[in-house]
């Protein structure tokens, strides 16, 4: 992979993790739920879970978009 493309990535992914954990706590803060930063919870507490799956799930959709948009800028 080329350094633009690694970069463009890396950034994205960046950005979704900061935006899921500020949805992620807005969220908990909304339900009037303590907002939880422990590794033992993310995978049991059910907003936390259904992030990190919508983190897969739109890299996996992005990745081909990153793809052609470094193809671009590159030829």
Partial sequence: ME???RR????????YVIGVIA???L???LLERTPSVFL???????I???NCVLLIVLWFLM????????ERRTS
């Fill in 3 to 5: 350094p633009s493309f």
């Fill in 8 to 15: 463009d990535s890396l950034i994205f992914i960046i950005t």
């Fill in 23 to 25: 949805v992620s706590a």
């Fill in 27 to 29: 969220g908990a803060v």
């Fill in 40 to 46: 033992r919870d993310l995978f049991t507490d059910p």
């Fill in 48 to 50: 936390w879970l259904f």
């Fill in 63 to 70: 990745y081909p978009k990153l793809r052609r948009s470094y």
